[in-house]
């Protein structure tokens, strides 16, 4: 059987590789043709997408269209609106000491890339990395995760009735195909996952020395500073539950981990928390259909374990209630856990939000700084001071200021970790750039040449090379009249 898988792989990958040598995926229109082709695959299969969302995660449809189909659509929108710029040769300005040459930058694709997607955002994830190695020119072996069973189906289904099958392929499968698949020589491997899983990936790119983005997680932290304005807390405070458990019930690597909070307001804060938490999901949030589910029953005791632990479960001030057969974890608030417990030292990836309290939100910068760099840093406060101390003194893949996720909205914007939350950077140009390599041309003639550059050296040389590396023009031209000693 893993003969088998492993014989399927080859000849797909044979495939993709035939294909790209033939230099098709490299034209424009080609590029262009596939993304309008996934456009209609999305605008197509909205219900069959809603509906395998649902089965592997429990989404509402609109909170798939939010976070997966219309991300997709507005993505390859935009890849098609600047596809001509971003393919055309960027001209360089080359020192007047080499005249006549001229310079430029090309972009061309790494050739076949393996992209690994996550199951939290099952179509987004996938997709998404797609669009920009379509843009790039490359031809791609996606593998959905296995733990998504419906929308790796659909994936499986659909891309090939939509996208070149010479050119686009997925493979499904497990843990056993995703080794197989790691085996094999790449251009370029995409990751989403888990920094453990990531370091797997690097370590089996390296074999071969393929670079790898990875885009992986780590714990996000929200800091609140002090709010005068009733409307700025409920404003923060909708966000922060927003960005917490309105997008796959917390099981989201850029979701708010935990909130950076004065000991002061820590009180109403939690009052607030608890009454917006009952305005999205009702007096029974079990019974709500706006909340998603836990994606599996490994998932669900890995959760359980975190607050089962003693001092963790002394700390709940609001939810805690477990649903093992329908795999519901209530919207679950925590005060003060303590700081070496697991729940504080790894990411959660689910709905409970500690509250860490601070004698000073200025704290909150050393605070983040002991830890792992973050995927990404929250922070509400209107403080201008705080902000460029935010700015400047944190280290994070991004910084969003008195809002949660939006960023990935953004096509301008990278999207991204750093250290240990991840290696490299994707969306819009980005994704281009992401799966593109940069190749300078430079042009010269064989008019004029610069003897001083060669053998035999004397002083004059020297001297001549000082100049010339300064572009020190009025000084190189009296050397060669002689009136420069």
């Known amino acids: 059987m893993a003969a088998a898988a492993m014989g399927e792989i080859e000849d797909k990958l044979a495939e993709l590789r035939q294909t790209f040598r033939s230099g098709i995926t490299k034209s424009v229109a080609w590029r262009k043709n596939q993304l309008m082709a996934l456009m209609e695959l999305v605008q197509d299969n909205e219900d069959k997408i809603f509906k395998a969302l649902h089965q592997d995660l429990g989404k509402h449809p609109v909170e798939a269209y939010r976070d997966e189909i219309e991300l997709i659509k507005k993505s390859a929108k935009y890849a098609l609106s600047c596809l001509d710029k971003w393919m055309a040769p960027k001209k360089r300005r080359l020192p007047l000491l080499l005249f ?84 094999q020589k790449w251009n370029k491997i995409f990751f989403t996952g888990s920094p453990r899983v990531g370091s797997i990936v690097m370590s089996a790119a390296a074999k071969h020395l393929t670079p790898v983005t990875l885009e992986l997680g780590g714990k996000c932290p929200a800091i609140l500073d002090t709010l005068s304005s009733p409307l700025d807390i409920k404003v923060t405070v909708k966000r922060i539950i927003g960005g917490k458990f309105a997008s796959c019930n917390g099981q989201v690597c850029i979701a708010v981990d935990y909130i950076l909070v004065e000991k002061k307001f820590a009180a109403a804060l939690i009052e607030s928390l608890k009454t917006t938490i009952k305005k999205f999901y009702g007096e029974n949030p079990k019974d709500s259909k706006s909340i998603s589910r836990i994606i599996n029953e490994y998932r669900f005791e890995r959760l359980r374990k975190l607050l089962e632990d003693p001092l963790v479960a002394d700390a709940i001030v609001h939810g805690g209630l477990l649903d093992k057969e329908n795999l519901f974890i209530e919207p679950t608030i925590l005060l003060d856990p303590p700081l070496d417990a697991e729940i504080m030292t790894e990411e959660i990836f689910g709905p409970i939000l500690p509250i860490i309290t601070l004698n000073n939100i200025q704290e909150s910068i050393e605070f983040i700084n002991s830890r792992p760099k973050p995927l990404v840093i929250y922070a509400f406060t209107k403080d201008e001071t705080f902000k460029k101390q935010i700015v400047s003194g944190t280290s994070s893949g991004s910084l969003i200021f008195n809002d949660t996720l939006v960023q990935q909205l953004c096509d301008v914007l990278p999207f991204g970790g750093v250290g240990q939350s991840g290696i490299g950077r994707y969306h819009g140009h980005y994704s281009f750039e992401t799966f ?21 050296w004397n002083d004059f040389k020297m001297k001549f090379l000082r100049l010339a590396y300064d572009f020190d023009y009025f000084n190189l031209l009296l050397l060669l009249l002689g009136l420069k000693r």
């Open 436 to 456: 593109s390599h940069e190749k300078a041309i430079m042009r010269r003639s064989f008019f004029l040449e610069l003897e001083p550059r060669y053998p035999p």
């Open 100 to 183: 006549p040459a001229s310079g430029e930058v090309v972009s061309e694709p790494f050739g076949v890339v393996l992209i690994f997607t996550a199951w939290n955002f099952p179509i987004n994830l996938a997709l998404e990395p797609l669009i920009g190695a379509i843009a790039a020119g490359n031809t791609v072996m996606l593998k959905p995760s296995e733990l998504a069973v419906e929308c790796a189906s659909f994936l499986a289904e659909t891309i090939p009735l939509y996208l070149d099958c010479k050119a686009i392929k997925v493979t499904n499968g497990g843990v056993d195909v995703c080794e197989q698949l790691l085996q």
